[in-house]
């Protein structure tokens, strides 16, 4: 066989045509393709899991893939928390957080990941009020009346919160700052706990959540006098904010999606478009609604310049009540 310069040529071309292919063979499939699993630093049956499963089960639905839930509760959402902040970062771990991950590290000596440099923000989730609720026997109608009655029993009245650094229990911390009243916290083992002994009179008042206290307050066992919030709530919109006695009151309990630091930008991006799709969804705004919460989609920039806001916020009020973790 004669070899020429156009049998070269096709040679070449074959090599190239094979080389391309195998290139065009070697690409990742497109993201995701495979289950992700979404870490939930809290025990089964509370708000975060009423806000996982419901984005969860969307995006199962939207990707194809699924979308499973991984409770990992312990030392005050730190074990959940580590675990994402070791995990690869390719968009296959994700955590949702609350206002423990912005406490935290001001309330614990140890804390082994950075809420912030550890993380990659997605997308904020929701957001909703406390409940300012006082026994019936507190004759006070609303903050101010409820401010000069402490004034005038120093050290007698009582607040509870659902454990010692909750944000309920900063909550507190931050009304007794901001109005210049002394009143003792009671730390309870939970908010239910917490929510029968303000019912039963053992403790004066506290900032409860809305899914335990709106019940209660609405049956007349407890008298729902503010809101945490920066607006009225749409649930209650007869009751004032803290804000309308006291100018800068502001607690608002959150949820927020993260993922690992590190991961893809194009990953992160293609998950903010899409949990924020699902939060806009109108029977997810209504499931939310329902429960108190206000649905909270947002930028990358967004959430993070927010979480770490809310560190700095607390970070004071922990230093200047000398609050230690239980």
């Not at 289950?35 to 025990?43: G, T």
């Not at 995006?59 to 730190?78: F, H, K, Y």
């Not at 939310?288 to 967004?302: D, N």
Request: proline residues 8%; aromatic residues 8%.
């Amino acid at each position: 066989m004669t070899f020429s310069f156009a049998n070269a040529r096709s040679i070449a071309g074959l090599c190239l045509l094979f080389a391309n292919a195998g290139v065009a063979h070697a690409q990742p499939a497109p993201y995701p393709n495979k289950p992700i699993r979404l870490v939930s630093p809290f025990a089964p049956g509370g708000g975060t899991d009423v806000v996982s499963r419901l984005v969860a089960q969307k995006m199962t639905e939207s990707w194809g893939q699924a979308v499973i839930l991984d409770n990992r509760p312990g030392a005050g959402t730190m074990l959940g928390t580590e675990i994402v902040a070791k995990s690869p970062a390719d968009g296959y771990t994700l955590l949702i957080v609350a206002a423990a991950h912005s406490i935290n590290p001001s309330l614990y000596a140890k804390v082994n990941y950075h809420p912030t440099r550890d993380f990659a923000p997605i997308s904020m989730a929701v957001s909703f009020p406390f409940l300012l609720v006082v026994h019936p026997a507190i004759p006070a109608q609303n903050v101010n009346e409820l401010i000069a009655v402490a004034k005038s029993r120093p050290g007698k009245l009582t607040f509870a919160s659902s454990g010692s650094g909750n944000t309920n229990h900063l909550a507190g911390e931050l009304l007794k700052s901001m109005a210049g009243i002394d009143i003792t916290h009671i730390p309870y083992k939970g908010g239910a706990p917490a929510l029968t002994d303000v019912v039963g009179g053992q403790v004066s008042m506290m900032f409860g959540t809305v899914l335990e206290s709106l019940p209660q307050a609405r049956s007349g066992r407890v008298r729902m006098i503010a809101v945490s919030g920066v607006k009225r709530a749409a649930f209650a919109p007869e009751v004032p904010t803290v804000a309308e006695s006291l100018p800068g009151y502001e607690v608002t309990g959150w949820y927020a999606f993260l993922a690992p630091a590190g991961t893809p930008a194009a990953v992160v991006n293609k998950l903010n478009q899409e949990i924020t799709r699902i939060l806009e969804l109108p029977d997810v705004r209504q499931r939310l609604i329902a429960l108190g919460a206000e649905p909270w989609p947002t930028s990358q920039t967004e959430a993070s310049r927010f979480i770490t806001s809310e560190a700095a916020k607390w970070s004071k009020v922990i230093r200047r009540a000398g609050i230690k973790a239980e």
